[in-house]
């Protein structure tokens, strides 16, 4: 359960990436239609590997419900008034990994590869390190080789292959890749 959050940061925030502003605010169950909007205009390829299938309603829903018990921490980004992505943090939910969060990035492709990723991170190791949890986990198939790539640039590494432990939306399996971030080592 979240904790009070000790991070100096507020939202909303602005910055700019590659001369372009964008807003980084906190999700809230006013972001319902936004979030859905977003995940469906997502390329194929993207969706064949999500999580969590934030196209579907129920799972909106339910996205917004954690984030309401504080299980969920949102960031969304926006850019000339409309959703572009988010990185979010799950806190585990079970006492024996209660010291891991999941992170969660998902950018739409044209503000890929300018640092947003790069500040979704730093945001969510903040606030990883408020809520006192000592890991962030990542977990990808392996066939998304440059998210792999991206996560490595992050300060992830690759912890585990577990063969066939993704399933896409076609029904097809994958290897998954289990990667970590030392929370405990951050300094900014
Ligand atoms: C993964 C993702 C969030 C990264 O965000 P991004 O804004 O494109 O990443 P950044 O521009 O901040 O780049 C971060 C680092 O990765 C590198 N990088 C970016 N895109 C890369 C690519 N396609 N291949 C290899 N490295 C890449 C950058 O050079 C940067 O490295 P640096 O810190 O040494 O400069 C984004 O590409 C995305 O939404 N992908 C689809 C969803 C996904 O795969 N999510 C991962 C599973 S949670």
Redesign the pocket.
């Given at each position: 359960m979240a904790k009070e959050s000790k991070s100096k940061r507020t939202y909303p925030w602005k910055t700019k990436i590659k001369g372009e502003e964008v807003i980084l605010r906190l999700m809230t169950s006013d972001d319902r239609e936004a979030m859905l909007e977003f995940a469906r205009a997502l390329p194929e390829d993207?969706l064949l590997?999500l999580?969590v299938d934030i196209t579907d309603e129920s799972a909106v829903d339910d996205w917004i419900r954690r984030l309401n018990e504080g299980i969920i921490h949102t960031i969304l980004v926006e850019k000339d008034g409309k959703l572009v992505?988010h990185g979010s943090l799950l806190h585990e939910e079970q006492v024996w990994t209660r010291h891991l969060g999941g992170?969660?990035?998902?950018?739409a492709p044209e503000?890929?590869?300018?640092?947003?990723?790069?500040?979704l991170a730093g945001e969510l190791f903040r606030h990883a390190e408020d809520l006192g949890l000592q890991k962030i986990v990542?977990r990808?198939a392996a066939d998304?080789k440059?998210?792999v790539?991206?996560f490595e640039?992050?300060g992830f590494n690759a912890e585990a292959l577990l063969t066939d432990c993704v399933i896409d939306r076609n029904d097809r399996t994958h290897d998954l890749i289990i990667m970590s971030y030392d929370v405990t080592g951050f300094n900014e």
């Open positions: 993207d590997f999580a992505g992170i969660i990035l998902l950018l503000v890929r590869g300018k640092g947003l990723g790069h500040i990542a990808m998304q440059s998210a790539q991206v640039k992050l």
